[in-house]
């Protein structure tokens, strides 16, 4: 029976997103005036409640990695992840909500996309990550039929940053971790390689080889930096950006009883946990006192560095590796000040060089990276657009290269749509989100404040508010998602920074 009686009209609240249960199926109900839409309730990105979401005028936006939606059709407009919300029939009988719930209706319908052969463009993507697959699933949807070559060293396109997660704690294999829509999916050619050159109009891969193209998208994210000491290349000694990678480290600790991670960023933070969850004994290694402090400021930083040393984590501070040695089956570190550690396994995550650095025919900047244009255009090199890590992007907060996931397929879009001449933009709102001993999201972007208004202790549910110039450029948050989510949406209204 597909006809559902899911509440009445007078107890839905006014745009917000509730969640009604038809037979076994969730539903999305949401109020405007005295109409009712009808929408899948699971997120496309990982099937998280888009109830706990937040609506404003007409968009409906996921509280968990922000992807966002036109709340009156279900349309995908922001990611992460692909696919649209199913869109249910209702109708308002005697002040019931009544909708059309079709058995075989699919949770999450593929935005139409372009198949023959029609255009004799052709277009070649270098990568097969975020920001890569992005824009192939873009130029489908926005109707170009034309040939896409897709060149990567990779295996199949994957979700990166499940690796220092799932992965590396147990809990999911590199081969859980596949992206939708696959480049089969997408009538994509994949060329197993990597891009060394770019000339005008065609580019060189490594081994011989060129392909040529009208329009290029450069996204080969990043390489990790191995530490220039002795040893840095041992067995033994991990970096994390590939599956590949985070299959090793899997396997290595399989049996392993300690490990130590070098590095206080965003991967090696979340490693230490992951392999602690997994049971090892995990030390820390930090070059700062406060690791993360100057992306998140002193105290959200104590708060995180707590945490970790609550769930078991040893943290040793104000160090270096300088020196790596083969010891029995594991490695030992020497230390800047004399002292020395041994693990069974050793992951450095110092950073990554943007995978640009080195490809001849590129002008990069000092840091490798490319700065581009709104439409992720190289200035100069008609036809070329460089997304994702690589890329030095303009955003509302000024030009940055920013490196995370959703950013990178925000690049990817960007891209596609000035790979087919349509205007470029650059007025999408950077988002990113890790995963600690909790979930920390953070908006906006700022690489100095004046001050940070925290409301809540750190430890517990806050909202930490970076403010430059009388505005909030940045804001971060645990446990308070709903809010952040609605900053975001202010801050899209505001096309940038919102009044502090
Ligand atoms: C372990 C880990 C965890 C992360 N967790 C988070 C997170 O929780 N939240 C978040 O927001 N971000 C996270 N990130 C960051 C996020 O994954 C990246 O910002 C994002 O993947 C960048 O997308 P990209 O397309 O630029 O690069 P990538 O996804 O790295 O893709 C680059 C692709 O290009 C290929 N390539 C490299 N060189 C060449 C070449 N010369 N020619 C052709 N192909 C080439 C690579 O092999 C790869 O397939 C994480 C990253 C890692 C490594
Ligand atoms: S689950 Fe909705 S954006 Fe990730």
């Known amino acids: 029976m597909p006809d559902h009686d899911l509440a009445a009209l007078s107890d839905l609240p006014q745009d917000e997103p509730v969640k009604a249960m038809a037979g076994e199926r969730a539903i999305l109900l949401i109020r405007t005036g005295d ?110 039929d034309g040939v896409i070559e897709m060149v990567s060293p990779d295996g199949p396109p994957l979700d990166r940053t499940m690796l220092s997660k799932a992965v590396l704690a147990g809990a999911k294999a590199v081969g859980d971790l596949a992206l939708h829509p696959t480049p089969a999916d997408l009538d994509i050619a994949t060329i197993a390689g990597r891009v060394i050159a770019v000339g005008d109009g065609t580019v060189t891969l490594e ?30 000694v991990y970096v994390l950006r590939s599956g590949e990678d985070a299959a090793a480290i899997a396997a290595a600790a399989e049996g392993a009883e300690t490990a130590i991670v070098v590095g206080g960023g965003f991967i090696g933070m979340e490693a230490a946990l992951s392999l602690t969850k997994r049971g090892l004994s995990v030390t820390l290694a930090t070059r700062n006192a406060l ?4 992306i998140v400021g002193p105290d959200v930083a104590r708060a995180i560095l707590a945490e970790h040393v609550e769930a078991g984590v040893s943290h040793l501070a104000e160090t270096e590796a300088v020196a790596f040695r083969a ?19 050793i992951l450095t995550a110092v950073g990554v060089t943007p995978g640009t650095d080195g490809i001849d025919g590129i002008d990069t900047g000092d840091d490798g990276g490319v700065r581009v244009g709104p439409g992720m255009g190289v200035p100069g090199r008609p036809g070329v657009h ?35 001449g349509q205007a470029g933009d650059a007025d999408d709102i950077p988002f990113f989100w890790t995963a600690l001993a909790r979930q920390y999201r953070y908006l906006g972007h700022a690489e100095e404040w004046d001050r940070i208004d925290i409301d809540g202790d750190p430890s517990g549910p806050f909202l ?4 430059k110039g009388g505005t909030v450029v940045a804001a971060l948050t645990a446990g308070r998602d709903a809010e952040l989510a609605e900053m975001h949406l202010a801050m899209a209204r505001a096309g940038g920074p919102v009044p502090a």
Do not use: N
């Open 464 to 467: 930490a508010r970076y403010v």
């Open 327 to 345: 010891d029995g089956d594991g490695v030992a570190v020497d230390w800047k000040d004399g002292g020395t550690a041994r693990a069974d396994l």
């Open 35 to 144: 109409d009712v839409t009808a929408l899948t309730h699971e997120c496309p990105h990982l099937g998280l409640p888009l109830s706990k979401g937040v609506v404003r005028d007409g968009t409906l936006i996921c509280a968990f990695h922000h992807a966002c939606f036109d709340a009156r059709t279900g349309a995908q407009t922001q990611p992460p992840g692909h696919g649209d919300l199913q869109r249910f029939a209702v109708a308002i009988r005697d002040g019931r909500v009544i909708v059309d719930v079709p058995d075989d209706a699919p949770a999450h319908p593929m935005p139409d996309r372009a198949r023959g052969t029609s255009d004799a463009r052709r277009f070649v993507v270098a990568g097969g990550g975020a920001a890569a697959m992005a824009a192939a699933a873009e130029l489908r949807e926005r109707g170009f």
């Open 207 to 236: 081994g011989g080889g060129t392909r040529a193209f009208d329009a290029l998208l450069l996204a080969p994210g990043g390489t990790p930096r191995r530490l220039d000491v002795p040893g840095a290349e041992l067995p033994g």
């Open 386 to 420: 460089v997304a994702g890590d690589s890329a030095a992007a303009p955003t509302p907060f000024g030009t940055a290269r920013i490196e995370h996931w959703r950013v990178a397929q925000q690049h990817g879009r960007r891209a596609a749509r000035a790979m087919l």
């Open 291 to 294: 690791p993360l402090a100057g």
